[in-house]
Structure formats: C-alpha cells, structure tokens
C-alpha cells in the first residue's frame, strides 16, 4: 500500500527532525476513521528527549486517544526520526509498534547524506516489516 | 470485610493490539478491587491477555495503564484500587530508537 502525503506535511515533518536534532523527534499524522488519509499533523514530544530512544509523553498519550475517540479518527502515520542512522526500522521499533494499521514513517537527517533526507514509510506487523511506496502530493 | 476490598465492576478500554485476545470487543467489563485482580479477572476471560500486560508480575514497561485519567504508575501501580464507576484505559506506549 501506498502512503500519500501532502508535501508541505512532509515539510513540517522534515523541519521538526533539524529543530530538536540531536534528539529523536516524533508525531503522528491523523485522519477521519476508516479513511487512511493523513491530514492532520500532530507533533508529539518526545519525553525520553534522547538522540537514540522516542516515548510520547504517557498523558500526551491518553489524550491523544480520547481525540481519537471522541472525533472518529485514527492515526495514519506514526513517524520519528533518527539522526545518525538510515531511515529503517531498528529492532526497538519493530518490538514496540502497537498499530498495525499505521504506516510507520521514518526521516534520517544524518550527515552523510546532507543536505539530503530520506523519508521512507513501513508497515510493521507482527514482528514484519514491510516498506511501501511514498507518493509525495501538491495540494491544489 | 472493609469496603476498599469490594469488588466493582469496571470498564476497560483496550488497544486495537490487544482485541484479537477479546474477540474484537474494544470495550469490556471485569470485576475486581484493585488493578492485580482486575488482569486476573481480564486473564481469567480472555487467555493470554495477563501475559501482554505482565512481565514477572510487574507491569510491562511499555504497556501503559490509566484509571480514568491517571496512570497507575503514579497510583501504586498493581496495587492501584478500583471503585465502582471507574473507567480504564489500556495503551501500548507509542516508542521506538534508532538501537
């Protein structure tokens, strides 16, 4: 499955990672329930405020699901970055993806491929990871 | 018997990640005093889903747990007490690194 995501989202997403850099910075992207539209982003933050570990925040959490209840959505995208290593599912994030309906989007800012990024989307199941395609779309 | 050891019957949310252990239900009720009685009674109805919640009897690290809307690290972790009305909530946390 194909993740689209608006370029200025991507944008946001890319300017949050050089901002909290050298930390690992996080969010999600959310949507209408059902809908596997990202729409809506939500940088989160990261309370392990760590270059190699991302938690939200344990009430950013709750809270963030009662929106999700209370409003019909679902997060689309859960994305973090790393710094100094590729854009892949390390074996943390792989133990402790819990949505599996997600697409688990990851940014590198490291410096050997500055000023380039990469921003490349999983899905991780049961243990699984699978890449998939970005299509990066302009909004009208 | 004091009141504090009544059994009440509570509402617990639970995460997509864990509905194939309750059949789907994201909402379901189980009785008990405190949250160590609440996982029992949750394991004794669901099989398999105090394992995912539990490690060595403590609760799993990246699993957190709210009784309305505090979580329970902060109120005595599995001894937290439960009282008729109160609503939990299960969360995987949100979490990963770049090890």
Same mark, same amino acid.
């Given at each position: 499955?194909?993740?689209?995501?608006?370029?200025?989202?991507?944008?946001?997403?890319?300017?949050?990672?050089?901002?909290?850099?050298?930390?690992?910075?996080?969010?999600?992207?959310?949507? =209408?329930?059902?809908? $596997?539209? !990202?729409?809506?982003?939500? +940088?989160?933050?990261?309370?392990?405020?760590?270059? #190699?570990?991302? /938690?939200?925040?344990?009430?950013?959490?709750?809270?963030?699901?009662?929106?999700?209840?209370?409003?019909?959505?679902?997060?689309?995208?859960?994305?973090?970055?790393?710094?100094?290593?590729?854009?892949? =599912?390390?074996?943390? $994030?792989? !133990?402790?993806?819990?949505? +599996?309906?997600?697409?688990?989007?990851?940014?590198? #800012?490291?410096? /050997?491929?500055?000023?380039?990024?990469?921003?490349?989307?999983?899905?991780?199941?049961?243990?699984?990871?699978?890449?998939?395609?970005?299509?990066?779309?302009?909004?009208? | 018997?004091?009141?504090?050891?009544?059994?009440?019957?509570?509402?617990?949310?639970?995460?997509?990640?864990?509905?194939?252990?309750?059949?789907?239900?994201?909402?379901?009720?189980?009785?008990?005093?405190?949250?160590?009685?609440?996982?029992?009674?949750?394991?004794?109805?669901?099989?398999?889903?105090?394992?995912?919640?539990?490690?060595?009897?403590?609760?799993?690290?990246?699993?957190?747990?709210?009784?309305?809307?505090?979580?329970?690290?902060?109120?005595?972790?599995?001894?937290?007490?439960?009282?008729?009305?109160?609503?939990?909530?299960?969360?995987?946390?949100?979490?990963?690194?770049?090890?």
């Amino acid at each position: 499955m194909t993740l689209r995501i608006r370029v200025d989202i991507v944008a946001k997403i890319l300017e949050q990672s050089r901002a909290e850099y050298p930390d690992e910075c996080c969010g999600v992207i959310l949507g =209408p329930e059902g809908s $596997d539209s !990202a729409v809506e982003l939500k +940088p989160m933050i990261n309370a392990a405020h760590s270059p #190699t570990f991302y /938690e939200f925040d344990s009430k950013d959490l709750l809270a963030l699901y009662r929106e999700l209840d209370e409003k019909s959505k679902e997060i689309v995208v859960v994305y973090h970055s790393h710094t100094e290593t590729q854009a892949y =599912p390390s074996r943390t $994030d792989i !133990a402790y993806a819990s949505e +599996p309906n997600a697409h688990y989007v990851l940014v590198s #800012t490291r410096k /050997e491929i500055a000023p380039e990024t990469e921003f490349r989307s999983y899905r991780i199941i049961d243990g699984e990871v699978t890449e998939e395609p970005v299509e990066i779309i302009t909004t009208p | 018997m004091s009141s504090s050891t009544t059994s009440a019957e509570i509402e617990v949310r639970i995460p997509t990640i864990l509905r194939p252990y309750t059949k789907g239900e994201k909402l379901v009720t189980a009785e008990a005093s405190d949250l160590k009685g609440l996982i029992t009674a949750l394991d004794a109805k669901y099989a398999g889903l105090g394992e995912r919640l539990l490690e060595n009897n403590e609760l799993r690290r990246f699993i957190n747990i709210y009784i309305n809307d505090e979580d329970v690290r902060f109120m005595g972790s599995l001894a937290a007490t439960l009282k008729a009305g109160d609503s939990v909530t299960i969360l995987p946390a949100v979490a990963g690194g770049c090890k």
